[in-house]
């Protein structure tokens, strides 16, 4: 148990602009330490202040590199152990690995079963998560897991624009439960995307379940990575009538192709978050809205530390 009311936020190099952000809405400066790289690309980290006793939060969504961002959380909850911290929290706005959750064909890895036991064997003794791509991944630990997601980011957003005749889509099966929360709270009726995925990154889409003709239509989603299931959505949509099409999701990976054939296609908006940080491409789309998680995640670490629920961001 973390002792006085000392708690440290520290900042990997994934997405130091949020670090700071979480610091700001907490009233508190990022941790000093210093992180680097050998000349053969050997990662280098050292704490620069007294950290013994404290509640240390560290946070490093694992985004591209991947295996970069996570071998640095690694080693930096390593450091923190061995520094005497009270409590270690990794603080993943994005959880990489994380579509890799369960053995679906032969011969082949839980990825994200064993990112979770690295970070337990590192020392982490809690984990603070952003919208987990697979929400049973909490299950994967034998340490406590707080499993937040950006939906009401998003919602406020949404409702502020008003949009008209509006009709909520799920994009396929497995999406079904959070489009249907997001309708619910915009009064909304629900369609769903009957996809069937035929590669890694490529998917098609078999059918429309639900009436979408006339009316605008906003996708919900958590991880847009090469957006081709996100435009073979947008056309079917417009295949089938709708209006117009919006687009929302809590992870901007946006890898590949995927800025190319979001400016080639119909979508009117897709609106993210800055759980992970856009690259330049993504940054001049004029198609692209981000919102921040960051007040959330500082009210997330502000009850943790306070030992207080967090149970009212579980929506």
């Given amino acids: 148990?973390?002792?006085?009311?000392?708690?440290?936020?520290?900042?990997?190099?994934?997405?130091r602009p949020l670090a700071e952000?979480?610091?700001?809405?907490?009233?508190?400066?990022?941790?000093?330490?210093?992180?680097?790289?050998?000349?053969?690309?050997?990662?280098?980290?050292?704490?620069?202040?007294?950290?013994?006793?404290?509640?240390?939060?560290?946070?490093?969504?694992?985004?591209?590199?991947?295996?970069?961002?996570?071998?640095?959380?690694?080693?930096?909850?390593?450091?923190?152990?061995?520094?005497?911290?009270?409590?270690?929290?990794?603080?993943?706005?994005?959880?990489?690995?994380?579509?890799?959750?369960?053995?679906?064909?032969?011969?082949?890895?839980?990825?994200?079963?064993?990112?979770?036991?690295?970070?337990?064997?590192?020392?982490?003794?809690?984990?603070?998560?952003l919208d987990m791509h697979a929400p049973q991944i909490q299950g994967y630990f034998n340490v406590p897991v707080d499993h937040i997601y950006a939906t009401p980011v998003l919602l406020e957003y949404f409702i502020r624009k008003g949009l008209p005749d509006l009709t909520v889509v799920a994009p396929d099966a497995g999406g079904v439960e959070r489009s249907r929360f997001f309708?619910?709270?915009?009064?909304?009726?629900?369609?769903?995307?009957?996809?069937?995925r035929v590669d890694i990154d490529v998917s098609e889409v078999l059918h429309i379940i639900g009436d979408v003709e006339g009316r605008t239509t906003l996708i919900i989603d958590d991880i847009v990575d090469t957006a081709g299931t996100l435009v073979k959505t947008v056309q079917a949509l417009l295949e089938q009538g709708a209006k117009e099409v919006y687009a929302a999701c809590t992870h901007a990976v946006l890898s590949?192709?995927?800025l190319e054939r979001l400016n080639d296609c119909r979508l009117a908006e897709l609106v993210v978050t800055n759980s992970i940080p856009l690259n330049d491409g993504a940054k001049n789309c004029d198609k692209i809205k981000v919102l921040s998680v960051g007040p959330l995640l500082a009210r997330a670490i502000r009850s943790i530390h306070e030992e207080a629920s967090v149970s009212t961001l579980f929506v």
Avoid: W
């Fill in 21 to 129: 952000e979480i610091c700001q809405c907490l009233g508190l400066p990022v941790g000093d330490a210093s992180l680097g790289r050998f000349s053969d690309g050997e990662i280098y980290f050292q704490i620069q202040e007294n950290a013994r006793g404290a509640d240390v939060f560290i946070v490093q969504p694992t985004c591209d590199p991947v295996d970069a961002h996570l071998m640095e959380l690694l080693l930096m909850i390593d450091a923190f152990k061995r520094a005497s911290a009270a409590r270690i929290t990794a603080v993943m706005p994005y959880y990489g690995y994380a579509r890799q959750d369960r053995k679906d064909k032969p011969r082949v890895p839980i990825s994200s079963k064993l990112v979770a036991d690295l970070l337990e064997k590192a020392g982490t003794d809690r984990v603070l998560a």
């Fill in 256 to 258: 590949g192709p995927a």
């Fill in 183 to 196: 309708a619910k709270k915009v009064d909304s009726p629900l369609a769903i995307v009957d996809k069937r």
């Fill in 1 to 15: 148990m973390p002792s006085g009311n000392r708690y440290k936020v520290f900042s990997g190099s994934a997405n």
